[in-house]
């Protein structure tokens, strides 16, 4: 079983910055693929960035390249998403999830390839 908890959302203006974590608990090993997805009102759920743990490799959707960058801190069992020169069109609930995937199913997975999830953490952008 795995355990996610995200935190660190709130509310800036655009072109600020934000670090979002999530803390992660149970069996989570060499081969698993952890993700931030997000989801803005009457959209859906989408993918952000995604790390695989076998290798660190990371995988980014195009509107976030360059500007977010996810990464984990082994030593604490955290999961981050530093996000910076952040946009309007980046408001939305983000969530933290974790599945058992290869390397290159890591980062073509969808929503539906994870089967954990944390409970999501507001961001909102303003103009």
């Known amino acids: 079983q795995v355990q996610l908890v995200e935190s660190g959302g709130g509310s800036v203006q655009a072109g600020g910055s934000l670090r979002l974590a999530c803390a992660t608990s149970?069996?989570?090993?060499?081969?698993?693929?952890l993700a931030w997805f997000r989801q803005a009102p009457g959209k859906e759920r989408e993918g952000v960035a995604s790390?695989?743990?076998?290798?660190?490799?990371?995988g980014y959707a195009d509107s976030v390249k360059g500007r977010f960058t996810i990464s984990r801190d082994n030593a604490k069992n955290t999961l981050i998403l530093q996000m910076v020169s952040l946009k309007p069109e980046d408001t939305g609930t983000y969530y933290c999830?974790?599945?058992?995937?290869?390397?290159?199913?890591?980062?073509?997975?969808?929503?539906?390839?994870?089967?954990?999830w944390g409970q999501g953490t507001q961001v909102t952008v303003s103009s």
């Open positions: 999830a974790a599945g058992y995937l290869s390397a290159k199913l890591c980062h073509i997975a969808t929503q539906s390839d994870f089967p954990y």
């Open positions: 149970g069996n989570i090993d060499f081969s698993h693929c």
């Open positions: 790390f695989y743990t076998g290798g660190g490799f990371t």
